[in-house]
């Protein structure tokens, strides 16, 4: 039975003896190994990949787009800009972060991913056109949206006509606005979030070790009021 191996530092795939070992991948992108591309391409079995903040200029190869059993990818303050437009060929992703970047509307390409069910957008800034949420209609899939801290000039009303919602992440200002202007989908969400109900600094840290230990959305909520 083969091993089930996570890796902290991108480097590290220059030793790995069996690439199909590797389920997961944690890294600060930061990295020098110049067979990057080549080398988690090999990864045929990673399932989680996570590029954090890098104080360096990276490139995120397109060979992870070919990774098949990929479910968890996420991008924080890294440029992701280049692959963006092909995720739709990560059949199976459910769980894309794209935090702390930069959007003019609504990602188009989000459409192209059957079985996502968890979109982070914290601390991305979008632009004034805000037509693109209307895509969030072609999402069928989607449980979960983060917005906390995501610099945005309006509520997007389209995320309320989200049937398959369960779980939403808002910042205190639309948290407000939402619970007066639609009153029955907050009665009807089953975990709706904000700034007063917890801590920003605490929030990351617990919504990271609900997705490690696969904590379903009822033993969330127990954890994100304490």
């Not at 083969?2 to 199909?20: A, F, H, M, N, P």
């Not at 992701?80 to 769980?95: D, E, H, N, Q, Y």
């Not at 917890?198 to 840290?205: A, D, I």
Request: aromatic share 12%.
């Amino acid at each position: 039975m083969k091993q089930r191996i996570t890796l902290y530092s991108i480097d590290d795939l220059e030793t790995v003896e069996d690439y199909e070992e590797i389920v997961c991948i944690r890294t600060n992108s930061y990295y020098k190994s110049k067979r990057f591309g080549e080398l988690i391409g090999k990864c045929i079995n990673l399932e989680e990949l996570y590029f954090m903040e890098s104080y360096f200029k990276v490139t995120i190869p397109m060979s992870i787009l070919k990774l098949p059993k990929l479910h968890t990818l996420i991008f924080r303050g890294v440029e992701a800009g280049a692959i963006l437009p092909f995720i739709g060929r990560l059949k199976s992703l459910k769980v894309l972060g794209l935090q702390e970047h930069s959007f003019s509307s609504f990602p188009k390409a989000l459409i192209d991913l059957p079985n996502l069910e968890e979109l982070d957008f914290n601390n991305t800034k979008f632009g004034k056109d805000a037509n693109g949420w209307a895509l969030l209609s072609s999402i069928s899939s989607l449980k979960y949206i983060n917005l906390l801290r995501a610099k945005l000039d309006s509520f997007p009303i389209e995320i309320t006509e989200q049937s398959s919602l369960s779980e939403l992440a808002l910042p205190k200002k639309f948290y407000n606005q939402l619970v007066k202007k639609h009153p029955e989908f907050c009665a009807n969400m089953p975990y709706l979030y904000s700034h007063g109900s917890l801590e920003k600094k605490y929030y990351n840290n617990l919504l990271n070790i609900s997705r490690k230990h696969q904590y379903d959305w009822s033993f969330r909520v127990v954890l994100f009021n304490l």
